[in-house]
């Protein structure tokens, strides 16, 4: 079902992101992003005139992890940003190597790359970046976790509405976790 009716409106601002995963061949993949932001107008940036459809940032960024998600190897580059200067903000991303994406991911990458020492813009995907290298490497581990004993907790148990411990989905695929109301016999 698509979203209602928007009210009368006039466009502003586009962000585009696109993430891609790749199966490198080491076994290893390639998380890559591309964020670009343009208005729909004219304004002045600086000592800079940006016309309509003018990038005022573009930025791509690699993550390279294990099928465990840790990360071996991260760059980023800032094609376009609003000042001479935002290009020393990407630098930064290689910090993020040897970091595991799990829970804390965030907060252990801020704690690298965050406010002054990297870019806001580049850090924001990394949210994103982190959900598509699980579901890039998802086929390899899950290979792996089909041989672990179903009384250990599944890694995506209680993750989100639809793997809640009482969803009907976790009655399926995982009954021995299910933690919901009991069906009763009519």
Known sequence: MPLSDAA???????RRIDIS????????????AE???????????????M??????????????????????????????????ICGGGAE???KLVGLPIKAGFLKAANERI??????????????QMATVAFQT???VRAKRESTIPSSEKPRLLNTCFAHDSNSEVTRVRWPEHYTGPKATVA
């Open 51 to 84: 016309m309509p459809g003018d990038l005022i940032h573009h930025m791509h960024a690699r993550l390279t992890v294990t099928p465990e998600l840790l990360i071996t190897a991260a760059e980023a580059v800032t094609i376009a940003g609003p000042y001479s």
């Open 35 to 49: 964020l670009m932001d343009s208005k729909t107008y004219e304004f002045d940036l600086g000592p800079r005139r």
């Open 114 to 127: 965050g406010g002054v020492l990297g870019c806001t813009h580049i850090r924001e995907f990394l949210q």
């Open 21 to 32: 995963g790749f199966e490198r061949e080491d076994g290893q993949f390639d998380i890559e």
């Open 137 to 139: 490497t998802y086929p």
């Open 92 to 94: 930064s991303f290689a």
């Open 8 to 14: 009368p409106r006039k466009k502003l601002h586009h």
